[in-house]
């Protein structure tokens, strides 16, 4: 494993507990102790950069948010790239919502907003442990560029959503209450692809760690893919490699067993 040069990490379920919400000690020393061995560490998140916070001191050498669709360096002020939804599939939905209205947060490049909050809203903030998304109507948000939406909805819902309203994007979950909606195609997938063009790594040099289903991407496209124990079985499935849960310090553990520590 010595030619391992760039890992790539999820925060909710991989790096931070859903328990804790923290990231745990065994964790601080494993990446202290790649960046000390001369491994770039990366986060690769559906949060947007605002809500890396949970983060605070760790310093990693860039971030790739918004499922790969918003991707800056290591100082979070250089864009390495971008992709914002399609005007028409955002002036589309929005039409939507007027008539079958259900919850769904926008997420320009600094902000979260919501058409409205529900129970499900709710549940879903106190869950990962970040702030209720900002009231907004989404008339006045999508006059923004938005990366990243997320409609509160079933998979059916889902399907027929980006079958009928929104085709030029596609939905991935890592949690059964909402989806990440993003432009096909553009995935944690393409953060990888961005970041390695960046800093001219080569992909079989990459590891990847992650939990839920916007992770299979990476898990399968990283030249060792490794899910967290408490991923679910699909995600697993997508993996080279399962080690011990989130909150059983699954990431030491897993730099231990392919000698990386």
């Known amino acids: ?50 809500m890396i916070d949970v983060l605070d001191g760790i310093p990693f050498d860039g971030y790739i ?4 669709a918003y991707c800056v360096d290591a100082t979070c002020r250089n864009v390495i790239y971008e992709c914002p ?35 499900t809203v709710r549940e879903v903030a106190r869950f990962i442990d970040v702030p209720l998304p900002r009231l907004e109507d989404p008339r006045e948000t999508i006059r923004r560029k938005v990366f990243q939406f997320s409609p509160y909805v079933n998979d059916e819902k889902m399907r027929c959503l980006e079958q009928h309203v929104i085709p030029h994007c ?26 390695l063009e960046h800093y001219g790594l080569n992909l079989g040099e990459t590891m990847a760690f992650g939990d839920g289903g916007n992770d299979i991407p990476m898990l399968r496209h990283a030249a060792v893919g490794i899910a967290m124990d408490n991923a679910a079985d699909h995600v697993k499935a997508a993996a080279d ?16 067993h392919f000698g990386m520590l």
């Not at 939905?171 to 393409?190: C, E």
């Open 170 to 195: 596609e939905a991935s979950r890592w949690m059964p209450l909402f989806a990440d909606v993003n432009v096909r195609g553009v995935s944690k997938q393409t953060g990888i692809d961005r970041m």
């Open 1 to 50: 494993m010595n030619r391992i040069k760039a890992v790539f990490f999820d925060i909710d379920g991989t790096l931070v507990s859903f328990k804790t919400h923290r990231v745990s000690p065994s964790t601080l020393a494993a990446l202290d102790a790649l960046r000390a061995g001369g491994v770039k560490i990366f986060v690769a998140t559906g949060r947007m950069l605002p």
């Open 85 to 119: 939804v399609p005007q028409e599939d955002l002036e589309a939905l929005v039409h939507h919502l007027e008539k079958d209205p259900f919850p769904v947060a926008f997420m320009p490049e600094d902000a979260i907003t919501i058409n409205f909050v529900d129970d």
């Open 65 to 68: 948010t918004y499922n790969g």
């Open 241 to 256: 490699h399962i080690t011990a849960s989130v909150d059983d310090d699954g990431i030491e553990q897993a730099f231990r």
